[in-house]
């Protein structure tokens, strides 16, 4: 189980990620993290919600079978954050590579 702040930082990538290819709605986004990640309807909202109030995507709505529904849109920040992310990466895999080694180390030295 992924540690909750961690999923929770994640799960803003993942979903821009959705996002930078075209725009969407929620149910599709879901659809198209299914591969990578979970996440329900409860978790996504308050993410989608959250992004926009920090300028990442922008909301619009359209007509679809006589209901509106929200499309999403990413916004340059939205995209900074990816290139953000991805920037990030190789000091996230050093720590990775840390608590790794660590616990190899760690069952190395209990077998024994």
Known sequence: MIDPQLKRGLLDVCVLTALRQEDSYGYQIIKDLAGCIDISESTLYPILRRLEEAGRLTVYSVEH????RKFYHITPDGIAQIDQFLTSWPEIERVYDFI???ALHDARAVSK
């Open 100 to 102: 790794k080694e660590s």
């Open 65 to 68: 079978r006589g209901r509106l």
